[in-house]
C-alpha cells in the first residue's frame, strides 16, 4: 500500500467525510455513500461496483457533465463497497481523482503549495495574461471561482491580501495550486478589464 493511502486509512477511524463522501468502515472493508445520504438504509440507495463509481461522477442529477469534480453536485442515492484498503484507494480516486495524494502532501510541515502569483508568472500562453491582474483584482476572481458553493477543496494558496481557506468552510481535501478552471476565469476577468479600458499592467509579487 502506498504512504499517502496508509495514512489516509489511519484517519478514517470510523468513519470521516471526503467531499461530499461519507466514508465508513465496514468490518475488514468499507461502505461508501453521499454524505446526505447518511441516514438512508442500505436498501433505500443504487448500489455501484468500485468501477462504476467513475461514470457517476461525471454527471449531476439533471444529467450535466461536471467538469469540476470537487463541485459540490455529486449525485445523491448509491452505495459503494470496498473489500479493502485499495479498492478504497480506486473509489476515492474516480469520485475525486488525486484527492488522497494530495491530502497526504497537506499534511507534510512544508506543504507543496504553489500561490496564484507563481502559477500566473509561468504561464506562456494564452493564461499570460493572468499576470495583469493586480492582487486586489486576483483576489476577487479566487473569491468567486472558488466559494463553496462552486468547490469543495480547501484552498491553501492564495494571493497578497487574501487569506487561505479556512478548515471549516470547506472539505478535507486540499487545493495546492490554482486550477485551470480558476486560470481560465481569470484570464476572462484580465480580458474584461483590458476591454473596458482600464490600465492592465504587470502585476510584481
Known amino acids: 500500500m502506498n504512504p499517502d ?4 486509512i489511519e ?9 461530499q463522501v461519507l466514508i ?12 446526505a445520504d447518511r441516514q438512508g438504509g442500505a436498501e433505500t440507495l443504487q448500489r455501484l461496483k468500485v468501477e462504476e463509481l467513475r461514470a457517476w461522477a461525471q454527471l449531476t442529477e439533471r444529467g450535466g457533465f461536471r467538469p469540476l469534480k470537487s463541485a459540490p453536485d455529486l449525485r445523491r442515492g448509491w452505495r459503494a463497497t470496498a473489500a479493502d484498503a ?3 484507494g480506486l473509489c476515492l480516486n474516480h469520485l475525486y481523482p488525486g484527492a488522497v495524494a494530495d491530502w497526504f502532501a497537506a499534511q507534510s510541515d512544508c506543504p507543496p503549495v504553489t500561490s496564484y502569483r507563481e502559477v500566473a508568472t509561468r504561464q506562456t500562453g494564452m493564461y499570460r495574461i493572468t499576470t495583469m491582474l493586480n492582487d486586489p483584482a486576483a483576489g476577487a476572481v479566487i473569491c468567486a471561482c472558488c466559494h463553496p458553493d462552486s468547490c469543495l477543496k480547501r484552498r491553501l494558496w492564495s494571493v497578497e491580501g487574501l487569506r487561505p481557506d479556512a478548515p471549516a468552510d470547506k472539505s478535507m481535501i486540499p487545493c495546492l495550486e490554482p486550477c485551470v478552471i480558476l486560470l481560465e476565469f481569470a484570464r476572462k476577468a484580465a480580458r474584461r478589464q483590458e476591454k473596458n479600458g482600464l490600465a492592465v499592467t504587470p502585476s510584481v509579487g
Request: without cysteine; proline residues 4%.
Open 86 to 88: 485499495p479498492a478504497l
Open 5 to 8: 493511502l496508509a495514512a489516509f
Open 24 to 35: 465508513r468502515r465496514a468490518g475488514r472493508g468499507f461502505e461508501l455513500r453521499h454524505v
Open 11 to 19: 484517519a478514517v477511524a470510523e468513519e470521516v467525510v471526503f467531499g
